[in-house]
């Protein structure tokens, strides 16, 4: 099981997984959602962590669900149907949760539950010629669980469109769209991820993490008092913390920052 996702640590602060199914696109199995859930689930634990990258080998970035894998489910009851799904969003809660940003590194094609994966990415770089679809309704399936990632990643009425037809559509859609950041050539692919990561690397550790805590709870969320005095009392922590005189001093001393471990 262990060899259907690469883990590599760069250095201390950066973290790379890379899906490693490239004969069947990468597509998504019990094996791949547990090794996915745990090494992420071993991530967050990890407080020397800056940065995730998320990308695959081979030509896919992601097929989706493992046809073969549910075709065997269709011969479950719907008990064993609901365990199966219920880890698949168990795993893309743990992705979505991970307390350092996730930068998504999509060298090729991007299909229904791959565009979930995409989609619990912080920062979405991809290559031009990437095609993404939500294609299970033309399998007579479901985006279900991956649903709610997309819907917050590209928009509620631009997900009601692909959903409902099953259409393909290019990166640079994706791009118009807002989900894909940055589009790239084969060439140009990893010089951009590299420069997100330096980048990312670079800004205050507590900072970044609390920075993608905040969009994650604040986002959409009706602006009332009570969150009125939530982001303030955040600023107002952060502002108080070592982390935040260093940078406050940092830029007042014109010298870099030295952040603590
Ligand atoms: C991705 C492209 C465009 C690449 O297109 P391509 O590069 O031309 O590759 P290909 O179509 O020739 O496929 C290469 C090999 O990968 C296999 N393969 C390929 N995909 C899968 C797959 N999903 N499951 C199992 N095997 C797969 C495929 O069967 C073939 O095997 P071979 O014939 O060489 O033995 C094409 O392969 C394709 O259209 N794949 C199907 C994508 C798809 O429709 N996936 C739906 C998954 S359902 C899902 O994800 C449900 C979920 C999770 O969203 C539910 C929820 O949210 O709750």
């Known amino acids: ?17 890379w899906l490693n199914r490239p004969d069947v696109r990468n597509a998504f199995n019990d094996d791949v959602i547990a090794a996915l859930t745990a090494a992420f689930t071993d991530l967050a634990q990890d407080d020397a ?21 549910m075709k065997t489910m269709s011969g479950y009851s719907w008990d064993e149907n609901r365990a199966d799904a219920q880890r698949l969003a168990d795993m893309l809660w743990t992705l979505d949760q991970c307390p350092v940003p996730v930068i998504g590194r999509i060298q090729g094609d991007c299909y229904a539950g791959g ?78 991820v590299d420069d997100l990561v330096a980048t990312l690397v670079a800004n205050g550790p507590k900072a970044s993490r609390e920075c993608k805590r905040l969009v994650r709870d604040v986002g959409g969320v009706p602006i009332t008092e009570a969150l009125r005095s939530e982001t303030a ?24 920052p030295n952040w603590l471990p």
């Open 49 to 69: 962590l800056r940065v995730v990258v998320l990308g695959a080998h081979g030509k896919a970035f992601c097929a989706g669900a493992d046809l073969n894998w």
């Open 115 to 192: 565009m979930g994966l995409a989609a619990i990415c912080d920062v979405l770089v991809a290559v031009e010629g990437a095609t993404f679809c939500l294609s299970e309704a033309r399998l007579g399936l479901l985006p279900a669980t991956i649903s709610p990632y997309v819907a917050r990643a590209m928009g509620v009425q631009a997900s009601r469109r692909y959903m409902v037809t099953a259409e393909r559509f290019s990166a640079v859609r994706a791009h118009e769209l807002g989900m894909v950041h940055e589009l790239a050539t084969p060439d140009t692919l990893d010089a951009k």
């Open 1 to 17: 099981m262990s060899n259907v996702i690469d883990v590599s640590r760069p250095s201390p602060h950066v973290a790379k997984v």
């Open 233 to 256: 009392r955040r600023i107002a922590d952060i502002r108080a913390s070592d982390e935040g005189r260093e940078g406050l001093a940092s830029f007042l001393g014109k010298r870099q």
